[in-house]
T-cell receptor
Framework: AQSVSQHNHHVILSEAASLELGCNYS??????LFWYVQYPGQHLQLLLK??????LVKGIKGFEAEFIKSKFSFNLRKPSVQWSDTAEYFC????????????FGKGNQVVVIP | NAGVMQNPRHLVRRRGQEARLRCSPM?????VYWYRQLPEEGLKFMVY????????ESGMPKERFSAEFPKEGPSILRIQQVVRGDSAAYFC??????????????FGPGTRLTVT
């Protein structure tokens, strides 16, 4: 079964600071990787996804993530955060073939101070 | 294009009562997934259904929990004889078919169940 680790559960930044959230997974086979975001009071929305191809993935709102297969990692980055990026961020993984269930990390609560 | 709909958004039940959570997938989606989020935890997979079929229920507790996705109508997650430990946010997601593994899952707003 897949599992996902996210570190630094609570992150506090000032506006314009850079953000990097770590995500490591454990699974021996081919995977699909996702970052979801949950803004206060809203439902989970997809930020970006990796299925195949270029390991550097660009998502919405200036976010990007890099899949490093040798490190089993899919870290999320944004060069300059805004107050509106205050949210909870979840990394998720699923096996490329077979079951479709997503395994989620515990999430990173990010607070951006104006 | 309406997203995944869940109702109710908030549900309060006393211990021993039944809870019914409903999920309507996005239009054109025939695959539904249920996840549970406990406080300070990530989402945990519960069950994966297609119309009239349970594909994977490996994350469902063995007792009191059941799920269905009938030919007509929403998917239902049913919890019988609720206990305080069932208090959580329950999220539904849907994906297209052909095949579902090629698509991301779209999430609903969740149902927050509180057991008193």
């Amino acid at each position: 079964a897949q599992s996902v680790s996210q570190h630094n559960h609570h992150v506090i930044l000032s506006e314009a600071a850079s953000l990097e959230l770590g995500c490591n997974y454990s699974y021996g086979g081919t995977v699909n990787l996702f970052w979801y975001v949950q803004y206060p009071g809203q439902h989970l929305q997809l930020l970006l996804k990796y299925f195949s191809g270029d390991p550097l993935v660009k998502g919405i709102k200036g976010f990007e993530a890099e899949f490093i297969k040798s490190k089993f990692s899919f870290n999320l980055r944004k060069p300059s955060v805004q107050w509106s990026d205050t949210a909870e961020y979840f990394c998720a993984v699923k096996a490329s073939y077979g079951n479709n269930r997503l395994a989620f990390g515990k999430g990173n609560q990010v607070v951006v101070i104006p | 294009n309406a997203g995944v709909m869940q109702n109710p958004r908030h549900l309060v039940r006393r211990r021993g009562q039944e809870a019914r959570l409903r999920c309507s997938p996005m239009k054109g989606h025939s695959h539904v997934y249920w996840y549970r989020q406990l406080p300070e935890e990530g989402l945990k997979f519960m069950v994966y259904l297609q119309k009239e079929n349970i594909i994977d229920e490996s994350g469902m507790p063995k007792e009191r929990f059941s799920a269905e996705f009938p030919k007509e109508g929403p998917s239902i997650l049913r919890i019988q004889q609720v206990v305080r430990g069932d208090s959580a946010a329950y999220f539904c997601a849907s994906s297209p078919s052909n095949p579902p593994s090629l698509y991301e899952q779209y999430f609903g707003p969740g149902t927050r169940l509180t057991v008193t």
